[in-house]
């Protein structure tokens, strides 16, 4: 069995930074080191979107809309996940979700292709 838990989120003004992590813990016999994390959002009346995601080697893959102010990261152990935001923007406001255990493992997977999902923390951006 495989739980996420997400923390970080809150309430920032457009520009700021928020950093998020998800913790993954797995009963013996998973390989949750081996999977693919990522990130997800979903904003009020929107689909969840991917925003990130990282295999068990380190290879990041970002959406568009956040290259070069998101940071995806997980820790040694590979069970920890981070997302480090900044320059944050009002249509960044949105409930954050991390996931695992999908492929492929780029910002081309859906929500369909993760097997494992946090319970999502809310980000708020105002302006």
């Known amino acids: 069995q495989v739980q996420m838990e997400e923390s970080g989120g809150g309430s920032v003004q457009a520009g700021g930074s928020l950093r998020l992590s998800c913790a993954l813990s797995?009963?013996?016999?998973?390989?949750?080191?081996?999977?693919?994390m990522g990130w997800f959002r979903q904003a009020p009346g929107k689909e969840r979107e991917v925003v990130a995601a990282i295999d068990s080697g380190g290879s990041t893959s970002y959406v568009d809309s956040v290259k070069g102010r998101f940071t995806i990261s997980r820790d040694n152990a590979k069970t920890t996940m981070y997302l480090q935001m900044n320059s944050l923007k009002p249509e960044d406001t949105a409930m954050y979700y991390c996931a695992a255990d999908a492929w492929p493992c780029t910002v081309a997977a859906g929500p369909a292709d993760f097997g494992y999902w946090g319970q999502g923390t809310l980000v708020t951006v105002s302006s």
């Open positions: 797995a009963a013996y016999g998973y390989s949750a080191s081996s999977y693919c």
